[in-house]
């Protein structure tokens, strides 16, 4: 299992960027995932996340701001980000979960400044 997280770099404030995970995996559709990220610092937390049913779920301080999606057919997942934040710079971590098992990309760095 390979998933391969890209779209990260450097924006300024009110800008946006989108990222993507794009997963080697087999029954992708079966998978409920995720963005999570980790800022100097801190620990790692919940951004947003979609199940196999596409029920989507987002953490209070990205509401409105932030879409998260997925294309089976293309087995990737996406972060749209919108209105960015200094305090939305991380790194950005995609996240698959079934049954008993989950897999971690690799993160892409995302720094909001002017």
């Known amino acids: 299992v390979q998933l391969q997280a890209s779209g990260g770099g450097l924006v300024q404030p009110g800008g946006s960027l989108g990222l993507s995970c794009a997963a080697s995996i087999r029954f992708f559709g079966a998978y409920s995932m995720g963005w999570y990220r980790q800022a100097p610092g801190k620990q790692r937390e919940m951004v947003a996340t979609i199940t196999y049913g596409r029920y989507t779920n987002y953490a209070d301080f990205v509401k409105g701001r932030f879409t998260i999606s997925r294309y089976n057919s293309k087995k990737s997942l996406y972060l749209q980000m919108n209105s960015l934040k200094t305090e939305d710079t991380a790194v950005y971590y995609c996240?698959?979960?079934?049954?008993?098992?989950?897999?971690w990309g690799q993160g892409t760095q995302v720094t909001v400044s002017s």
């Open positions: 996240k698959f979960w079934r049954d008993n098992s989950e897999y």
